[in-house]
């Protein structure tokens, strides 16, 4: 399996830090009473949004790994998750999106989903 390069920082700012846990339910209106809910499945991805503080050079690193090694973001890798620190399959939702923070440095938007 595919992991995120090494030169990448593992921990990604606090600032923009998102999780959202899957939807695994489906909820039906009904014509009098309360709303029906039942589980859907069981396996389901989580979002995830992170941002990072990269260098010129770590981002060239990103863009070839979302590239090249992932096939324009369309492969998974291993990832190490920022909450629970745990070794999760990922993939990206979009690819990563650049703002200059000074002329050396990027803030990096990545977003993310887990996979089950």
Same mark, same amino acid.
């Given at each position: 399996? +595919?992991?995120?390069?090494? =030169? /990448?920082? &593992? !921990?990604? @700012? $606090?600032?923009?830090?998102?999780?959202?846990?899957?939807? *695994?339910?489906?909820?039906?209106?009904?014509?009098?009473?309360?709303?029906?809910?039942?589980?859907?499945? +069981?396996?389901?991805?989580? =979002? /995830?949004? &992170? !941002?990072? @503080? $990269?260098?010129k050079?770590?981002?060239a690193t990103?863009? *070839?790994f979302?590239?090249?090694?992932?096939?324009?973001?369309?492969?998974?890798?291993?990832?190490?998750?920022?909450?629970?620190?745990? =070794?999760?399959?990922?993939?990206?939702?979009?690819?990563?999106?650049?703002?200059?923070?000074?002329?050396?440095?990027?803030?990096?938007l990545?977003?993310?989903?887990?996979?089950?």
């Amino acid at each position: 399996m +595919t992991t995120w390069p090494d =030169t /990448l920082p &593992v !921990s990604p @700012l $606090l600032e923009g830090f998102h999780e959202a846990a899957p939807v *695994t339910s489906i909820r039906t209106d009904m014509e009098q009473g309360p709303a029906k809910l039942r589980q859907r499945t +069981t396996a389901a991805v989580r =979002t /995830l949004t &992170v !941002s990072y @503080l $990269l260098g010129k050079t770590q981002v060239a690193t990103l863009e *070839t790994f979302y590239s090249a090694t992932l096939a324009g973001g369309t492969g998974s890798f291993d990832f190490v998750h920022p909450r629970t620190g745990d =070794t999760v399959s990922c993939r990206f939702v979009r690819p990563p999106e650049y703002g200059a923070v000074n002329g050396n440095f990027f803030k990096a938007l990545l977003a993310l989903e887990i996979l089950p």
